[in-house]
């Protein structure tokens, strides 16, 4: 009984600790932000992300910011076989700059994507917590480029920030894959 509580609050405590609030970049600027970023590393413990691991291709995000503040997000996903399609967004700007929220229909989920670090004209650090109808959540980080490569530098620096957040060693990927 007493074990099994235990076990419960170390469940629970473990949640908490992959939660602990990563805040977003100070002094957020989503005009510098707006335009088309490579996705060129991205980390997540998630079933369907671990199962379709060998399946990722290099694909991109487009920020569009709107008039009100909010941004779309517009997914240009690279599927298998050349196959291509374009998913948009429609983020909701938080209180807190650099943190928005979408609900996608699609995998009917609900996001909390905060933009944790950024050099406009170089690189983004994306971190997505991602909660299912039932509830559960997840989380996906995102290392966004504005060119179509990447640099051990910012591999690094990716592996590192997915560490933090919690995410197995295993479950990083880092496109284009060299051959
Ligand atoms: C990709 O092509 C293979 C072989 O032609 C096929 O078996 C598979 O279903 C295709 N996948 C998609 C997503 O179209
Ligand atoms: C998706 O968006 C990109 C960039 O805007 C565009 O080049 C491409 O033609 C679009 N593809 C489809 C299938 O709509
Ligand atoms: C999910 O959480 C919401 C709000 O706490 C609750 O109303 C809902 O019943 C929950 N759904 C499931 C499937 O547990
Ligand atoms: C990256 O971009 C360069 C120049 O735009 C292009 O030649 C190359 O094929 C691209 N590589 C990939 C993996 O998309
Ligand atoms: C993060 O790195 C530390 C030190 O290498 C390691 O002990 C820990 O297990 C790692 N966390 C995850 C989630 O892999």
Known sequence: MMNSLLMKLGTLMCVL??????????????EKMAGKWYIVGSASNAKWFVDSKEEHKLSTHIFKPSHDGHMDLVYVHNGPNGTCSNLTFHTKKTDTPGRFTYHSDIWNNDNDMRIVEVQYE???????????S?????????????????????????????????VLPENLIFLPRVM
């Open 122 to 132: 170089e690189y983004a650090l994306v971190h997505t917590i991602k909660t299912a």
């Open 17 to 30: 600790a992959v939660h602990a609030d990563v805040m977003p970049a100070k002094d957020f600027d989503m």
């Open 134 to 166: 039932d509830n559960s959540t997840h989380v996906l980080n995102n290392l966004l480029s504005r060119t179509n490569e990447t640099s051990a530098v910012l591999q690094e620096k990716f592996s590192k920030f997915s560490n933090e957040t919690g």
